[in-house]
């Protein structure tokens, strides 16, 4: 088949590369130059693991092609919309790229092609996308949703081996050419209206926001009563019926999906007049869990003004080079405003940094990093975070503090090296 993805970001990319790799012709568009020039001498512009080799190999395969434009599109059967829908102020998505997409498709594609959206996008987009290609005189095309549930990280074996499929279709003839578009992918396939497979995106990334949000609760009930949310967790995890997933106690949720796509979720009910009371607390859990480590060191130090102070991981969550939405950049941030002074290590977004925070200057070297510090803070479990050599670290830090807001640091090697160690749900008992 012939392909379009527009949108060579993280899901985009990793879409076309895969789909290339099922032996379909795929052009990739993006209106990001930089990317497109790196992407066409086979360079990958986001840190995935074994994407960049799978990319080179179908470049030279001459399956897979990168364009800034959406120059020719006579030949496509499939056109997939994989833009960004950032929140708005109000935590609706916001759709303009997408429908910028939708009407350069609308002008170009050929005679029956399918569009779908492999965004994130509000319950009853397909259709609106549909009504909108109907005032363009473009009936004929059929507009499906794909929904993605790729995870950064592991987003080429998650689009290699996914769990499921969800294809939302407005008839058999769109379900038989997404089938064909998956054809060597030998997984359940979940065949609905539009609506339910934009509804079932924001559930799933809501439901798993809500397993986080509960378990971090749970810690902070642990620590009052004297019990031990990781012992908690693995009891809990061990029923099949709610399993361990999603359910270590910690600085909460970040990144690009699970913030935004709750905040729509409530927005979308509250469209509907229906007030989505237990995904607002949610939400609401998540940031005050955020802010806690802050407490912790106010507690410890008292005032923070001029307290030097390393946060450990970047990244969002390990295995990514994305920021949005990270952790460490709003904790920096509010301890700025108290005062101390912030400095920031992660093994991998310093080769990505593009200088959009000019402010924060992240190094790729703990040592370096966590030099005369009186306080660290662990935000992503990275292995090279994991695995620091805690007796090294204490002959250059300057203080003893540090707070594990992943909970995965060894309480009996800090102990050891002489600090003061905590974290969340539990009181480490060397
Ligand atoms: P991203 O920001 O990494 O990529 C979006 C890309 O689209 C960018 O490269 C941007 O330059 C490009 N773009 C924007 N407008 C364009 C236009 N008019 N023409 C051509 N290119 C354009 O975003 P992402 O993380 O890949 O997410 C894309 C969508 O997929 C979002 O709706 C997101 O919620 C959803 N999603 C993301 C993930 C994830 O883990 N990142 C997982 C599932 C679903």
């Known amino acids: 088949m012939k392909v379009l993805v527009?949108?060579?970001?993280?899901?985009?990319?990793?879409?076309?590369?895969?789909?290339?790799?099922f032996g379909h012709d795929v052009v990739c568009v993006d209106q990001d130059q930089q990317k497109i020039t790196m992407l066409n001498m086979g360079e990958c512009p986001i840190y995935e693991d074994g994407l960049e080799p799978l990319l080179q190999e179908q470049l030279l395969e001459h399956r897979l092609w990168f364009d800034t434009k959406i120059s020719d599109c006579a030949d496509f059967d499939i056109a997939l919309i994989a833009v960004g829908t950032p929140p708005r102020s109000d935590g609706s998505a916001d759709l303009t790229s997408v429908f910028e997409v939708v009407t350069e498709l609308g002008n170009?594609?050929?005679?029956?092609?399918?569009?779908?959206?492999?965004?994130?996008?509000?319950?009853?987009?397909?259709?609106?996308i549909e009504t909108y290609l109907e005032t363009m005189g473009r009936r004929d095309i059929r507009v499906v949703s794909i929904p993605e549930f790729l995870r950064e990280g592991s987003a080429l074996s998650d689009t290699l081996q996914p769990s499921r499929l969800i294809f939302g279709v407005p008839d058999d003839e769109s379900l038989r050419v997404l089938k064909q578009l998956h054809s060597p992918l030998d997984v359940p396939i979940v065949a609905c209206n539009r609506s339910t497979a934009e509804m079932i995106k924001y559930a799933s990334n809501a439901f798993?926001?809500?397993?986080?949000?509960?378990?971090?609760?749970?810690?902070?009930?642990?620590?009052?009563?004297?019990?031990?949310?990781?012992?908690?967790s693995q009891g809990m995890g061990l029923d099949p019926r709610i399993g361990s997933s999603f359910l270590r106690a910690g600085l909460g949720y970040g990144g690009?999906?699970?913030?935004?796509?709750?905040?729509?979720?409530?927005?979308?009910?509250?469209?509907?007049?229906?007030d989505f009371k237990l995904l607002k607390a949610v939400v609401e859990v998540n940031q005050r869990q955020r802010t806690e480590p802050i407490e912790r060191l106010r507690q410890w130090f008292g005032d923070?003004?001029?307290?030097?102070?390393?946060?450990?991981?970047?990244?969002?969550?390990?295995?990514?080079?994305?920021?949005?939405?990270s952790p460490a950049l709003e904790i920096g941030e509010r301890l700025r405003d108290h005062g101390a002074q912030v400095q920031f290590y992660d093994p991998v977004v310093t080769r990505f940094w593009l200088?959009?925070?000019?402010?924060?200057?992240?190094?790729?070297?703990?040592?370096?990093?966590?030099?005369n510090s009186d306080a660290a803070i662990v935000v992503t479990e990275w292995p090279e975070i994991v695995e620091l050599d805690w007796i090294r670290v204490g002959?250059?830090?300057?203080?003893?503090?540090?707070?594990?807001?992943?909970?995965?640091?060894?309480?009996?090697?800090?102990?050891?090296?002489?600090?003061?160690?905590?974290?969340?749900?539990?009181?480490p008992a060397p």
């Open 6 to 21: 527009v949108g060579t970001g993280y899901v985009g990319l990793v879409t076309g590369v895969c789909l290339a790799s």
């Open 108 to 128: 170009k594609l050929k005679q029956g092609a399918l569009i779908g959206t492999k965004s994130t996008v509000p319950v009853g987009t397909a259709h609106s």
């Open 208 to 232: 798993l926001a809500t397993k986080i949000s509960f378990i971090n609760e749970i810690a902070n009930i642990c620590e009052r009563v004297g019990a031990d949310v990781q012992l908690v």
């Open 256 to 274: 690009s999906c699970f913030p935004k796509d709750t905040r729509a979720l409530v927005n979308i009910a509250g469209d509907v007049a229906y």
């Open 304 to 325: 923070l003004n001029n307290l030097r102070v390393t946060l450990l991981g970047v990244a969002f969550k390990p295995g990514t080079n994305d920021i949005r939405e």
């Open 355 to 371: 200088q959009k925070q000019e402010s924060v200057r992240v190094m790729d070297d703990p040592y370096v990093a966590l030099q």
């Open 395 to 427: 002959t250059i830090m300057r203080g003893r503090f540090v707070f594990d807001g992943r909970n995965v640091l060894d309480p009996v090697a800090l102990e050891r090296a002489g600090f003061v160690l905590e974290n969340f749900g539990f009181h």
